[in-house]
């Protein structure tokens, strides 16, 4: 065996070896060319009413849990501002400041964290059943999703309340799908200049 034995083997008997064990997978101690190569295999084809429903939920939890995080995050920072008013209006100072600051911190992140939880979950659960009856995966799902979505986060509290609910997830739903979608009039305006 040489110094550099996958470089310049020594004799033609050490350099078949090499090449025979090169086949043996390092893993499983066993040829990998015994196992037939098979097609790619998915769980459903690419325009199945399943499969419109399967990206939907797939896509259902990382939405919900960033929302939960994103408004953790952003009602944390708001408890923050607010408790460093009221204590600074009180005149706290020391550990009774920084206590009333972590319960205000901690309100707000928890109260704005489960607001924007429940809103996903609303907006996830609505989306996946329209995409279930509708059996097409568009931006038609998203508008109505959003819009039912406001309807019944705000269900409770008349029908004013319910109509301006509606019009934030329109709108939300709007400024999403001009982001995110390829085919919108902006991405069609893009192209159309060049």
């Given at each position: ?22 086949n043996?997978s ?6 990998p ?8 295999e ?23 849990g960033?929302?939960f995080?994103?408004g953790?995050?952003?009602g ?14 009180a005149?706290?100072i ?6 009333q600051l972590?319960?205000?911190i ?22 996946l ?19 039912a ?9 008349g029908?004013?309340s ?13 400024l ?12 069609k ?6």
């Open positions: 065996m040489s110094l550099f034995g996958d470089i310049l083997p020594i004799n033609k008997n050490e350099s078949q070896n090499n090449q025979a064990s090169a043996l390092p893993y499983l101690n066993f040829d060319n015994y196992i037939p190569k098979m097609q790619p998915f769980l459903y084809p690419d325009e199945s009413h399943m499969a419109s429903t399967a990206r939907r939920s797939n896509v259902a939890l990382p939405i919900i960033m929302s995080m994103t953790s995050g952003l944390g920072m708001a408890g923050l501002y607010k408790g460093l008013r009221a204590t600074t209006l005149g706290q020391g550990k009774v400041r920084r206590t972590i319960n205000y901690m309100k707000q992140g928890t109260t704005t964290g489960c607001t924007l939880g429940i809103l996903a979950s609303f907006y996830s659960s609505i989306a059943g329209v995409t279930w009856i509708r059996d097409q995966e568009d931006t038609a799902n998203t508008f109505i999703a959003a819009t979505t406001g309807v019944l986060y705000k269900s409770t509290a029908l004013r319910m109509g301006l609910g509606a019009a934030a997830g329109l709108t939300l739903a709007g999403y799908t001009l982001l995110t979608d390829n085919d919108n009039i902006w991405s305006a893009r192209y159309m200049k060049m």
